[in-house]
T-cell receptor
């Protein structure tokens, strides 16, 4: 199947700092999504991107669909303790993507140090 | 609004036993999915269903059986559990084919299964 490379694998930051993470693929994607998983919970959709170059915000979160259609970025501004969790990128590939085509990255663990 | 619920949340079983994980959604979503989450692998699709009585294999279906006799329920059965099936299992749903094809899913809270 498709492979998504998500980085960094983990981040240790101070409260108030900005956060950046990204996801890359060797092939083209039609849709990019960012999910967040709180400890002990299921993933929750944060942002969905449908068009190359699209920039979408959800509160302090901003995500971009890369121009090449092979990458996506998520930024979190002014981090707060409740931002702790695992952030997953996911994408629907251009070729043959149906309901079973969604591919997930391995996640970025965000840890906020007091 | 209950949304999507999974049971049990935690289960310990022994190798060779049959285990069924339940998933129930109250939204009347057409699509339902089962994923497993393992360290180093992220989320991998086991089976999915587009509607009642329609199921299809995902990336890692071996050792699992699903059924969908009613729209709201999508149980996952491990017919003879193995240690490699120790994992956290997530059920998810999506409203329509459009949202399913774009990856817009609602996940349950997960079922943590340990096979001894």
């Amino acid at each position: 199947g498709q492979q998504l490379n998500q980085s960094p694998q983990s981040m240790f930051i101070q409260e108030g700092e900005d956060v950046s993470m990204n996801c890359t693929s060797s092939s083209i994607f039609n849709t990019w999504l960012w999910y967040k998983q709180d400890p002990g919970e299921g993933p929750v959709l944060l942002i969905a991107l449908y068009k190359a170059g699209e920039l979408t915000s959800n509160g302090r979160l901003t995500a971009q669909f890369g121009i090449t259609r092979k990458d996506s970025f998520l930024n979190i501004s002014a981090s707060i303790p409740s931002d702790v969790g695992i952030y997953f990128c996911a994408g629907q590939p251009d070729s043959g993507g149906g309901a079973d085509g969604l591919t997930f990255g391995k996640g970025t663990h965000l840890i906020i140090q007091p | 609004d209950a949304g999507i619920t999974q049971s049990p949340r935690y289960k310990i079983t022994e190798t060779g036993r049959q285990v069924t994980l339940m998933c129930h959604q109250t939204w009347s979503h057409s699509y339902m999915f089962w994923y497993r989450q393992d360290l180093g692998h992220g989320l991998r699709l086991i089976y999915y269903s587009a509607a009642a009585d329609i199921t299809d294999k995902g990336e890692v279906p071996d050792g699992y059986v699903v059924s969908r006799s009613k729209t709201e329920n999508f149980p996952l059965t491990l017919e003879s559990a193995t240690r490699s099936q120790t994992s956290v299992y997530f059920c998810a749903s999506s409203e329509s084919s459009d949202s399913a094809n774009t990856g817009e899913l609602f996940f349950g809270e997960g079922s943590r299964l340990t096979v001894l």
